[in-house]
């Protein structure tokens, strides 16, 4: 049985890096404590990063995307220390990176108990995301080895695309990371409905982790409502309508955690022996209607 930390995390100002650092340190240390081997916070949960600069630079869209850039090496440093510190697997969230060629992707690091294991940027962008903000598509999907299983990252909106589930899946995660941000209840339930569909079609689990609150302060982050969740295929041994876990609330006050236990073990078996095969099915009959 492996033990999972979703966070609902609230966008609160930080305005001091020793204050960020107590902040996420404690927060992670709660879920560790609590027995998690894996914790998860959402979509562009480093941008909170930005509550460190002058009043002006954060309340600005594309002046806080790049005032935060100096921040992230410290930033990665910190999320490895807690991930070494604690034992555990951290997904610290994503925020937009500064690629050499100038542009800005929406990247989320790994990090696990023997260090940085690497990044996953986001693949599909969100109308806001190339629109307004102008954040690139990145390149290619990766499949994460850890103590605890095979498992892959897909931020957000990415969720919403079968395929790229599948390419994961056919590359041996067991589990998918679905770190997430949205400022609408529909956008949340896109994210959900997407992440629980890759869960029954690949027969896999999928963890997704929100933010919530209001952050005037930030031009980027100022209305955020979601739940985390556990999802795995509606099968034998698994729940009837596939959610393992979900937290209570849209928008709680503060950050919280959904820890939940899966059985990765049990969710592999699902496709050998399970009521249907949808992984199994699915590009048999895909081929056949071409």
């Known amino acids: 049985m492996t033990r999972l930390a979703a966070c609902q995390y609230a966008i609160e100002l930080h305005k001091t890096w020793d204050a960020y650092v107590d902040h996420l340190q404690g927060l992670c240390a709660e879920a560790a404590e609590a ?29 806080s995307i790049a005032g935060i850039q100096p921040l992230i090496e410290p930033w990665k440093a910190l999320c490895e220390r807690i991930a070494r510190r604690w034992g555990v697997y951290l997904q610290p969230g994503s925020l937009p990176v500064q690629d050499s060629d100038g542009r800005y992707r929406n990247r989320a690091w790994l990090f696990g108990p023997e260090g ?38 897909l931020i957000c909106y990415d969720n919403e695309f079968p395929m790229l589930a599948r390419r994961l899946a056919e590359g041996g995660a067991d ?49 955020n409502i979601g ?48 009521q249907v095969f949808t992984r199994r099915d699915w590009p048999e009959q895909f081929e056949r209607s071409l």
């Not at 629109?131 to 892959?152: C, H, N, S």
């Open 116 to 153: 940085e294991l690497g990044h996953q940027d986001k693949l599909m962008m969100t109308r806001f995301e190339r629109e307004q903000w102008d954040i690139a598509p990145g390149d290619g999907l990766k499949v994460f080895d850890t103590q605890l299983g095979r498992l892959g990252i």
């Open 35 to 63: 027995g998690a081997q894996l914790l998860l916070l959402p979509e562009y949960a480093g941008l909170v990063l930005s509550g460190l600069l002058p009043v002006q630079q954060r309340g600005d869209l594309k002046a």
């Open 227 to 274: 739940r985390a969740g556990l999802f795995v295929p509606p099968d034998h041994g698994m729940p009837k309508d596939g959610v393992v876990a979900l937290s209570t609330e849209l928008d709680p006050a503060g950050s919280q955690w959904l820890i939940c236990d899966v059985d990765l073990a049990a969710v592999r078996r699902v496709r050998e022996q399970g």
């Open 175 to 223: 589990l998918i990371l679905a770190p997430s941000c949205t400022d609408t209840e529909a956008g949340y339930h896109r994210v959900r409905i997407g992440a629980q569909a890759r869960a029954l079609e690949n027969q896999i689990a999928v963890l997704q982790s929100p933010t919530v609150g209001l952050a005037a302060w930030s031009q980027a982050l100022d209305e």
